[in-house]
């Protein structure tokens, strides 16, 4: 019930379907469940695992470069001026072939794919269990005897009604 929307205490009670017919006017998807989004998410970062570890077996350059100042001296006096300070530089590439991992990284990628696997089909049960669940609950307030689509202008008969309805409530003996 959106926050803006008026509420009247007195019109719910002489209706009591009412809320029924909110229950069936609101949008019910499984995908927008919590557990759908969390295992929406699981999977996702099962994909990004799985595409780093392929990327493992690429190779890698990287460049460094590293600079310094020092002196030596034999006393503490660092920030001496007439002391001499001798630099050096050094900078380079590297190079990372991955020869042979002992399939290390193959294995780890076929049991990321199994775990994508049960994710989805977790998923799909989930999804399964949550339409059931929701449409159960749809049947169960269409069958109810002050559902408007029960109605028609007139009052059925419940459990507690005593009036005939068409059928029979003597037992034959």
């Keep these: 019930m959106p926050y803006d929307e008026k509420f009247e205490p007195a019109e719910e009670m002489t209706h009591p379907a009412a809320d029924s017919l909110r229950w069936q006017s609101l949008v019910l998807e499984p995908q927008n469940t919590t557990e759908h989004?969390?295992?929406?998410?699981?999977l996702a970062l099962n994909r990004i695992q799985?595409?780093?570890?392929?990327a493992q077996g690429l190779p890698n350059l990287s460049a460094y470069a590293t600079g310094m100042f020092?002196?030596?001296?034999?006393?503490?006096?660092?920030?001496?001026?007439?002391?001499?300070w001798y630099g050096a530089v050094a900078f380079g590439l590297q190079l990372d072939i991955p020869i042979f991992d002992g399939f290390r990284r193959i294995r780890k990628v076929r049991l990321l794919k199994l775990d994508a696997q049960k994710l989805e089909e977790d998923m799909r049960q989930v999804d399964e269990a949550k339409n059931a669940r929701i449409y159960s609950g749809a049947g169960t307030i269409a069958k109810c005897p002050a559902s408007p689509a029960n109605t028609n202008g007139q009052r059925s008969a419940g459990p507690g009604d005593r009036r005939q309805t068409g059928a029979s409530n003597t037992r034959k003996g």
């Design 37 to 42: 989004l969390l295992l929406l998410n699981n």
């Design 50 to 54: 799985t595409r780093s570890l392929w």
């Design 70 to 84: 020092q002196t030596q001296r034999d006393d503490a006096r660092v920030f001496d001026t007439d002391g001499r």
